[in-house]
């Protein structure tokens, strides 16, 4: 069987997903399950299926981009994936003893919160580059970007250590529910470690497709994903993320930390109505 | 190529990236180009609706040897299911790249690093889901 309609409208959707996970830094889970839920009434173990796959397709498909005109800073994402691969193993070992809702409601609380800051910052282009010294100099957290106006940015991380503390939250989260690594990852980076809001959310891209393989097998192993579901989401998610990233390049900062400050509040309610019942 | 060059690790890492997605991308098509095809366009029943666990397709084997088979005879969802694995396939070979290219800069910290996220990364996908308990 092969249903025209639903192939159609999820890989419409899809597109849409892929620019603004690729902008944001969050995959486009966070569009792709609550249409397939509550639109479409698929079951959510088939939700999360195609929601691993369509975030490995917006990460490698804009990073291909983004890593090609060094927005992406590779040493922070490779630094920082020690602690997403170790969050997504020890989410998975713990999974037989929570409880999603009371994780859903504290995380989507923790995100709610972390809008004050983040709203505060609103305005903010480049942040004010620290010294770098300590750990961020050992491990040479630093780089420079280009804006599309030929501006050169350079910039140091700062506290990598709450960075990484942060980003293993973001890896149990993604172990423990398949959904949600994304948005503390660039919290991570943005509030801890201060980078411009650019290189947070394109190195919070980079690695969610890690994190994402990293809990893709038992999924896989489980039949969760559906070819019929996945393909259209995974053709749609490829070209949304190769025009996200297009999208990001000739952004401003200011801009990104809007749409990300308009995302991460859909995020946080979406989690905190599925704790409720809802299942999104 | 200057591989002591650190700009070389943007370009290689950001070819790895876009060849996997193209290939993923052109396996899924043909798969979902070949399942209009044999499936027929014709089904309007439910046009927007879809509940895989309710209405029962082919089922899918998710074994290798399943998954060899269905290529083999031209299933087009062991097609889809190919392109799938590519496009998770797609990030692990840049991890696995990554290493290489830390070294060719003899930056061992990072190799060091990305070995490690390697590893993590290998026991996450390939060995947790056997172990009694996870993933519950």
């Known amino acids: 069987m092969f249903i025209v309609g639903?192939?159609?409208?999820?890989?419409?959707?899809?597109?849409?997903?892929?620019?603004?996970?690729?902008?944001?830094?969050?995959?486009?889970?966070?569009?792709?399950?609550?249409?397939?839920?509550?639109?479409?009434?698929?079951?959510?173990?088939?939700?999360?299926?195609?929601?691993?796959?369509?975030?490995?397709?917006?990460?490698?498909?804009?990073?291909?981009?983004?890593?090609?005109?060094?927005?992406?800073?590779?040493?922070?994402?490779?630094?920082?994936?020690?602690?997403?691969?170790?969050?997504?193993?020890?989410?998975?070992?713990?999974?037989?003893?929570?409880?999603?809702?009371?994780?859903?409601?504290?995380?989507?609380?923790?995100?709610?919160?972390?809008?004050?800051?983040?709203?505060?910052?609103?305005?903010?282009?480049?942040?004010?580059?620290?010294?770098?010294?300590?750990?961020?100099?050992?491990?040479?957290?630093?780089?420079?970007?280009?804006?599309?106006?030929?501006?050169?940015?350079?910039?140091?991380?700062?506290?990598?250590?709450?960075?990484?503390?942060?980003?293993?939250?973001?890896?149990?989260?993604?172990?423990?529910?398949?959904?949600?690594?994304?948005?503390?990852k660039v919290l991570s980076m943005d509030l801890a470690m201060k980078l411009p809001m650019k290189v947070s959310t394109t190195t919070s891209n980079f690695m969610i497709g890690v994190t994402a393989a990293a809990s893709a097998g038992i999924y896989f192993a489980r039949g969760d994903v559906d070819p019929i579901i996945v393909a259209p989401v995974a053709l749609g998610i490829l070209i949304g993320a190769a025009i996200g990233a297009r999208v990001l390049l000739r952004s401003r900062n200011t801009t990104v930390r809007k749409i990300f400050a308009v995302v991460l509040a859909v995020a946080a309610v979406e989690m905190i109505l599925s704790a409720l019942g809802v299942s999104v | 190529m200057n591989w002591r060059d650190p700009e070389t690790m943007n370009v290689v890492i950001g070819r790895v990236l876009r060849y996997g997605v193209i290939l993923s991308g052109a396996i899924i098509l043909l798969g979902t180009i070949g399942l209009a095809a044999t499936s027929g366009l014709s089904d309007a029943s439910g046009m927007l609706t879809y509940y895989p666990n309710i209405v029962p397709h082919d089922n899918i084997d998710v074994s290798l040897g399943g998954l060899a088979h269905g290529l083999v005879a031209f299933s087009a969802f062991s097609w889809i299911e190919l392109g799938v694995i590519v496009l998770i396939a797609t990030p692990v070979s840049r991890v696995v790249i990554s290493v290489f290219l830390f070294a060719a800069e003899r930056d061992r910290l990072y190799v060091l690093i990305t070995a490690v996220v390697l590893t993590l990364l290998l026991f996450s996908m390939l060995v947790t889901p056997f172990i009694p308990g996870f993933h519950a």
């Open chain 1, 6 to 184: 639903f192939v159609l409208l999820m890989f419409l959707v899809s597109i849409f997903a892929g620019i603004f996970g690729s902008i944001v830094g969050l995959g486009g889970g966070i569009v792709i399950i609550p249409v397939l839920t509550i639109l479409m009434g698929v079951d959510i173990h088939f939700a999360i299926g195609a929601s691993i796959v369509a975030i490995i397709g917006t990460s490698s498909g804009a990073a291909s981009t983004y890593v090609r005109d060094k927005v992406t800073n590779l040493r922070i994402g490779m630094f920082l994936e020690l602690a997403s691969a170790s969050g997504a193993i020890t989410g998975a070992a713990i999974a037989a003893y929570t409880n999603s809702a009371a994780l859903e409601t504290i995380f989507g609380s923790i995100l709610l919160v972390s809008l004050v800051p983040m709203v505060m910052k609103i305005g903010e282009d480049v942040p004010k580059s620290p010294e770098l010294k300590g750990v961020s100099k050992r491990l040479g957290l630093t780089g420079s970007y280009t804006e599309s106006d030929g501006r050169v940015v350079k910039y140091n991380a700062t506290r990598p250590v709450e960075g990484l503390a942060g980003t293993a939250v973001a890896g149990v989260l993604s172990g423990l529910l398949g959904i949600g690594g994304g948005a503390f």
